[in-house]
């Protein structure tokens, strides 16, 4: 049957005065129900694989599966349900049965996706009186439902878009309030609040969010990582300008200010994630033996991996901009605009004091806000001026030219977050791992057991992943000039020659890890895998890497042995510099024929190019 398809969209305006020439009201509203065929193709369990039988072939092979308790082959391949982990047998029930055969792409379902949107805007004009100003409020909504589909109905397994059933709403609201000072002088007042927040569920059972369980080859049960989502976006703006207008001059003061905040409860594995390859139940050194659903149906896990995060971590960042700005005319074919722009970029905070820095003297966690310590990760820097300035110039009748500079502060990362304190480990991932490849992390039915967050202490880092800041780091900048000469040469037809220039200083780049070899110890060459007892053992996490009783002589020659990664957190130190040539022919319609030719020649170069 051909896959549905159906969108339904619909709104309305309505607008007019509710008092004669005073107040205005104007509302509108769309929606939308659009529900699209899906089809998702799976690989599940075969009929004799779910009776513990591997006979049938798997990528061209039948594999020999071998016992982990006596590292026999199981007869005629086949596993005794008796022997099946009772977790893994009641798993087994969630794989839907087969829809066609073979091993591979054998299970089909067919559904419908729905997406449905709601949107609406109300604004009031009110005008004060003939002198007395102008004032407007507005407000407006949208939301957006999504139900996509997933490879299972319990809605387990990988889905393309949107990771699971997620319900998104903005809300805003807006006013504006102008009024004359005098016959020269205006003030504009503005003001608005905008939220949105986004809540996506992941794969339920009973309740309770489902685990991921990922077997290598097959759909996996659950949720994929990142998919229970809650987080919500706050930002209030407060701008108020001066404006005073004469003969040769209009000049405009005022003041920017912005409060922004970030919550977010978004754990990747909220309720672990469990993995399952072929060890334990293959012959170590041989090869096809061993297969991924033969160790799920004995519970033999190879890795597990859960993210615990209490509470949402609650980011604030706040920025203030003063400004004035000049539009002279000196003459009647010039015109000069000038303007300076101060910022005040305020590091952001945890709401609750939910961060942490990795300090690389002592080699410990330092927790903002508490002990003594700042609660934020970088320092205020107070000489972000931003200048900027222009020229415009009509040489002859047909001729202008025009030139102009500009200053712009941007976030304090360098990208598009002014966020700067790391999370950990208020947000930490716990795991329990294989250490020989030849015993299990644990079994099913007996549990990862002893699950519990690293306490935020000093060495709460050790064996993970740690971060760092750069603390006298400032702001990024953007600075971007251009010239230009524009000449008509017949009625209708210019042709225009232009040079742009912009370069950005401090932009953000990704996260840099610090705790490597340099180039004169990575020559040391194969020596650096030799294994060599752990200085850290016991203190370090059993579940991690480093945790075992031997080490590689590479991680001991690193500078922060003890640590996975000490990366720099959101290290806004790369540049990018671009230089672009512009030429442009441009006829306006003119008996019934227009037309626009363009060629730019142009030149990028950053170090910076991955950041999102």
């Given at each position: 049957?051909?896959?549905?398809?159906?969108?339904?969209?619909?709104?309305?305006?309505?607008?007019?005065?509710?008092?004669?020439?005073?107040?205005?009201?104007?509302?509108?509203?769309?929606?939308?129900?659009?529900?699209?065929?899906?089809?998702?193709?799976?690989?599940?369990?075969?009929?004799?694989?779910?009776?513990?039988?591997?006979?049938?072939?798997?990528?061209?092979?039948?594999?020999?599966?071998?016992?982990?308790?006596?590292?026999?082959?199981?007869?005629?391949?086949?596993?005794?349900?008796?022997?099946?982990?009772?977790?893994?047998?009641?798993?087994?029930?969630?794989?839907?049965?087969?829809?066609?055969?073979?091993?591979?792409?054998?299970?089909?379902?067919?559904?419908?996706?729905?997406?449905?949107?709601?949107?609406?805007?109300?604004?009031?004009?009110?005008?004060?009186?003939?002198?007395?100003?102008?004032?407007?409020?507005?407000?407006?909504?949208?939301?957006?439902?999504?139900?996509?589909?997933?490879?299972?109905?319990?809605?387990?397994?990988?889905?393309?878009?949107?990771?699971?059933p997620q319900d998104t709403r903005a809300r805003s609201v807006a006013t504006n309030y102008?009024?004359?000072?005098?016959?020269?002088?205006?003030?504009?007042?503005?003001?608005?609040?905008?939220?949105?927040?986004?809540?996506?569920?992941?794969?339920?059972?009973?309740?309770?969010?489902?685990?991921?369980?990922?077997?290598?080859?097959?759909?996996?049960?659950?949720?994929?990582?990142?998919?229970?989502?809650?987080?919500?976006?706050?930002?209030?703006?407060?701008?108020?300008?001066?404006?005073?207008?004469?003969?040769?001059?209009?000049?405009?003061?005022?003041?920017?200010?912005?409060?922004?905040?970030?919550?977010?409860?978004?754990?990747?594995?909220?309720?672990?994630?469990?993995?399952?390859?072929?060890?334990?139940?293959?012959?170590?050194?041989?090869?096809?033996?061993?297969?991924?659903?033969?160790?799920?149906?004995?519970?033999?896990?190879?890795?597990?991996?859960?993210?615990?995060?209490?509470?949402?971590?609650?980011?604030?960042?706040?920025?203030?901009?003063?400004?004035?700005?000049?539009d002279w005319r000196p003459l009647d074919r010039v015109t000069v605009n000038a303007g300076?722009?101060?910022?005040?970029?305020?590091?952001?905070?945890?709401?609750?004091?939910?961060?942490?820095?990795?300090?690389?003297?002592?080699?410990?966690?330092?927790?903002?806000?508490?002990?003594?310590?700042?609660?934020?990760?970088?320092?205020?820097?107070?000489?972000?001026?931003?200048?900027?300035?222009?020229?415009?110039?009509?040489?002859?009748?047909?001729?202008?030219?025009?030139?102009?500079?500009?200053?712009?502060?941007?976030?304090?990362?360098?990208?598009?977050?002014?966020?700067?304190?790391?999370?950990?480990?208020?947000?930490?991932?716990?795991?329990?791992?294989?250490?020989?490849?030849?015993?299990?992390?644990?079994?099913?039915?007996?549990?990862?057991?002893?699950?519990?967050?690293?306490?935020?202490?000093?060495?709460?880092?050790?064996?993970?992943?740690?971060?760092?800041?750069?603390?006298?780091?400032?702001?990024?900048?953007?600075?971007?000039?251009?010239?230009?000469?524009?000449?008509?040469?017949?009625?209708?037809?210019?042709?225009?020659?232009?040079?742009?220039?912009?370069?950005?200083?401090?932009?953000?780049?990704?996260?840099?890890?610090?705790?490597?070899?340099?180039?004169?110890?990575?020559?040391?060459?194969?020596?650096?895998?030799?294994?060599?007892?752990?200085?850290?053992?016991?203190?370090?996490?059993?579940?991690?890497?480093?945790?075992?009783?031997?080490?590689?002589?590479?991680?001991?020659?690193?500078?922060?042995?003890?640590?996975?990664?000490?990366?720099?957190?959101?290290?806004?130190?790369?540049?990018?510099?671009?230089?672009?040539?512009?030429?442009?022919?441009?006829?306006?319609?003119?008996?019934?024929?227009?037309?626009s030719v363009v060629y730019t020649r142009s030149r990028l170069m950053d170090d910076a190019?991955?950041?999102?």
């Open positions: 049957a051909r896959p549905l398809f159906r969108r339904n969209q619909f709104g309305g305006v309505l607008g007019g005065p509710v008092r004669r020439n005073r107040t205005f009201f104007f509302a509108d509203y769309q929606g939308q129900r659009q529900t699209i065929g899906r089809t998702a193709i799976s690989t599940v369990p075969t009929l004799l694989q779910r009776q513990g039988i591997f006979t049938e072939a798997i990528s061209g092979r039948v594999p020999h599966i071998y016992d982990p308790v006596t590292r026999h082959p199981f007869a005629h391949n086949t596993i005794p349900q008796d022997r099946f982990d009772p977790t893994s047998a009641v798993l087994l029930n969630r794989y839907p049965l087969p829809t066609s055969s073979g091993t591979a792409n054998n299970y089909r379902r067919d559904a419908n996706e729905t997406n449905d949107q709601d949107q609406f805007d109300v604004r009031v004009d009110r005008q004060l009186g003939s002198n007395s100003g102008h004032v407007f409020i507005r407000v407006s909504s949208f939301t957006d439902r999504i139900m996509p589909v997933a490879p299972f109905r319990d809605g387990s397994g990988a889905v393309s878009g949107t990771a699971g102008s009024t004359p000072l005098s016959a020269s002088h205006i003030n504009e007042l503005r003001a608005g609040i905008t939220t949105r927040e986004v809540h996506r569920r992941a794969a339920r059972v009973n309740g309770h969010i489902l685990p991921t369980y990922v077997i290598a080859g097959y759909q996996h049960l659950g949720s994929p990582a990142n998919t229970e989502t809650d987080f919500q976006t706050n930002v209030v703006h407060l701008v108020d300008t001066i404006t005073w207008s004469s003969e040769r001059h209009t000049i405009k003061a005022g003041v920017d200010f912005r409060s922004l905040g970030l919550d977010v409860l978004q754990p990747p594995s909220p309720a672990g994630l469990y993995q399952f390859n072929a060890l334990f139940t293959d012959l170590p050194g041989v090869s096809n033996t061993g297969a991924p659903l033969a160790s799920f149906l004995l519970g033999q896990v190879q890795s597990f991996a859960i993210d615990l995060q209490s509470q949402p971590i609650q980011n604030r960042a706040h920025v203030q901009e003063y400004f004035a700005q000049d300076l722009r101060y910022t005040l970029n305020f590091p952001s905070h945890e709401r609750n004091d939910q961060s942490a820095v990795f300090n690389l003297d002592t080699q410990q966690l330092e927790y903002l806000g508490r002990d003594g310590h700042p609660r934020t990760a970088r320092r205020l820097h107070t000489n972000n001026f931003g200048p900027r300035f222009g020229l415009v110039g009509r040489v002859s009748e047909s001729t202008v030219v025009r030139a102009g500079y500009g200053l712009v502060w941007i976030e304090q990362t360098g990208i598009t977050t002014p966020f700067t304190t790391p999370s950990f480990p208020f947000l930490q991932t716990v795991t329990r791992r294989t250490l020989d490849n030849v015993t299990p992390a644990f079994t099913l039915a007996h549990g990862a057991g002893g699950i519990a967050a690293v306490p935020a202490t000093a060495a709460a880092g050790l064996g993970q992943g740690v971060f760092a800041v750069d603390r006298e780091l400032g702001s990024g900048y953007v600075q971007q000039w251009n010239v230009s000469a524009q000449r008509q040469l017949w009625s209708g037809a210019s042709i225009e020659l232009a040079y742009i220039g912009s370069k950005i200083t401090r932009v953000g780049i990704p996260d840099s890890n610090v705790n490597q070899l340099t180039v004169d110890q990575l020559a040391i060459g194969p020596a650096l895998l030799e294994r060599e007892p752990n200085p850290y053992f016991g203190m370090v996490p059993a579940s991690s890497t480093l945790g075992e009783a031997t080490i590689t002589r590479a991680q001991l020659m690193k500078p922060y042995p003890q640590y996975a990664t000490v990366s720099l957190y959101r290290n806004n130190v790369g540049n990018t510099n671009y230089h672009g040539v512009t030429a442009k022919l441009e006829q306006r319609l003119w008996r019934g024929m227009s037309y190019s991955s950041v999102f």
